[in-house]
């Protein structure tokens, strides 16, 4: 069974500057999907970026983007020029190559973002 | 496309009765998927739907839970005799079906068993 581990339950980045999510995960298999996920308080959860695992180049988004370590199983989240809007619990989630497969999501991290 | 809607959004209940929830995916999405959420926690999966056929479930899906999609549109999550720990935020996500198969979330269902 694959797992996915967010060692930063909670961080804080002031407003214009640059913060960076760590996650990793455990997986045998070879093909996959990562997520990262951004849940505001008492909101919806919505999709911030997709990255395929075959994939070298590592996806971006405006201002979110990933390094993603095949090797390592890492996939961190960088997010550049904090607005308070980022504020929120980030989700780091694998999936499995191929459609109707779940998503196992880490634990979150929570982003306080200062003015 | 106006989005995953789930109703109730809150539920609070006393233990031992029965609950249900509703989520209505994104109109052309055939897959739909169930997930819960604690207080602190990530989401996590409890079973998926193809169409009306029920494919999968997690173990987490004892069996005083049941679920249902019997058109491949909506899709009903019951839980029987709730206990206190079945408190949780009850997620449904939806998805279309092609190679990325991009999950979208509902905004949830929050139950809190008294």
């Known amino acids: 069974a694959q797992t996915v581990t967010q060692s930063q339950p909670e961080m804080s980045v002031q407003e214009a500057e640059t913060v960076t999510l760590s996650c990793t995960y455990d997986t045998s298999e070879s093909d996959y999907y990562l997520f990262w996920y951004k849940q505001p308080p008492s909101r919806q959860m919505i999709l911030v970026i997709r990255q395929e695992a075959y994939k070298q180049q590592n996806a971006t988004e405006n201002r979110f983007s990933v390094n993603f370590q095949k090797a390592a199983k890492s996939f961190s989240l960088k997010i550049s020029d904090s607005q308070l809007g980022d504020a929120a619990m980030y989700f780091c989630?694998?999936?499995?190559w191929g459609a109707g497969n779940m998503l196992t999501f880490g634990g979150g991290t929570r982003l306080m973002v200062k003015p | 496309d106006t989005g995953v809607s789930q109703d109730p959004r809150h539920k609070i209940t006393k233990r031992g009765q029965n609950v249900t929830f509703r989520c209505d995916p994104i109109?052309?999405?055939?897959?739909l998927y169930w997930y819960r959420q604690t207080l602190g926690q990530g989401p996590e999966f409890l079973t998926y739907?193809?169409?009306?056929?029920?494919?999968?479930k997690s173990r987490l899906l004892s069996d005083r839970f049941s679920a249902e999609r019997p058109k491949g549109s909506f899709s009903t999550l019951e839980i029987q005799r709730t206990e206190q720990g079945d408190s949780a935020m009850y997620l449904c996500?939806?998805?279309?079906?092609?190679?990325?198969?991009?999950?979208?979330f509902g905004p949830g269902t929050r139950l809190t068993v008294l």
């Open positions: 739907f193809q169409n009306e056929a029920q494919l999968e």
């Open positions: 109109s052309e999405h055939n897959r």
């Open positions: 996500a939806s998805s279309f079906g092609d190679r990325r198969d991009t999950q979208y």
């Open positions: 989630a694998y999936r499995s």
